[in-house]
């Protein structure tokens, strides 16, 4: 199972240094991949900005958006964007996560309608794909570049739960990327055994690329520390789904990372992305010694 760790994008007051710091740690660690996800609100920082920055500073692991939630942008721009950062990277862009989003006040603050968001991404992905593929999208007005260098498309991995979503998404997507905050089995091996049925169902030749995620801190004080991040992420819907969801995870401290890390890997996630709930060095070097444990 390859590992990867997300960039800490909602922390305030990180400066230039810190995510220097981080880039560098990352890439001389035991890692896969380095990803970052996407928030309006809150003391976030952009992801596409952040991923360009990781993919100048670094030079071997894999630069993963998860997730573009892709309804609130231009798909022409998302296109644009992957293909440069593919570039910038050296063709280190394997896999691209896509999803609908369920926090209606960010789509409000850029803009964007989040009414019939379900269709739209559906049009948007066969978008890019063209734009990828050099076909015009305004007749007579040449391809939309910058033209990939890569030799096959990167991945599409929906972040999708839900069995209506998962079925829709088997349409087009190469692969799921399956959320459970305390990084539990049963939850991982539901969703995937949903998306094999969709992918089934829809008559693809593969079955899709399983990648997983979950929230985990090493950090000193690190239960009262994943609390409150759990917490601040949720907040947006409400104290009650912000409380029981942070009383919820407890994946704080080696011992319980590595239970996680043995729930993905046996619910058959071929790649898992870890979360961390602070911005300390320790998240990345404590991880890494546990995986050089591991083996």
Not at 15 to 23: K, N, P, V
Not at 63 to 92: C, F, W
Not at 128 to 133: L, R, V
Request: glycine fraction near 10%; hydrophobic fraction near 40%.
């Amino acid at each position: 199972m390859k590992i990867g760790i997300c960039l800490p994008y909602m922390k305030a007051g990180l400066t230039r240094e810190d995510y220097m710091d981080w880039f560098r740690a990352v890439d001389e660690g035991p890692f896969h991949s380095i990803s970052c996800g996407e928030r309006v609100h809150g003391p976030t920082y952009d992801m596409r900005v952040l991923l360009a920055a990781a993919a100048a500073a670094t030079r071997r692991v894999e630069i993963t958006p998860t997730l573009y939630v892709l309804p609130m942008h231009s798909a022409t721009n998302v296109a644009k964007e992957v293909a440069t950062l593919d570039i910038l990277s050296g063709n280190r862009v394997k896999n691209i996560a896509v999803g609908y989003g369920g926090r209606e006040q960010d789509y409000e603050a850029v803009g964007a309608r989040f009414h019939g968001r379900y269709g739209r991404m559906d049009r948007q992905v066969e978008q890019m794909q063209k734009i990828w593929g050099g076909q015009e999208i305004i007749d007579g007005c040449g391809p939309i570049g910058p033209t990939p260098t890569w030799s096959q498309a990167p991945r599409l991995l929906a972040g999708a739960m839900g069995p209506k979503s998962i079925e829709r998404c088997a349409q087009w997507a190469d692969g799921l990327y399956a959320w459970s905050g305390n990084g539990e089995q049963e939850e991982l091996q539901r969703t995937f055994a949903m998306a094999d049925a969709a992918w089934e169902r829809a008559g693809r030749g593969a079955s899709p690329y399983r990648l997983g995620g979950f929230w985990y801190t090493l950090a000193e004080d690190g239960q009262r520390k994943l609390y409150d991040y759990v917490y601040e992420y949720l907040a947006i819907a409400g104290p009650e789904i912000a409380r029981m969801m942070a009383e919820s995870v407890h994946r704080s401290g080696a011992d319980e990372l590595v239970k996680a890390l043995d729930n993905a890997e046996a619910a058959g996630c071929e790649e898992v992305f870890l979360v961390p709930a602070t911005a300390e060095l320790v998240e990345i070097q404590g991880l890494a010694d546990i995986l050089h444990s591991r083996g």
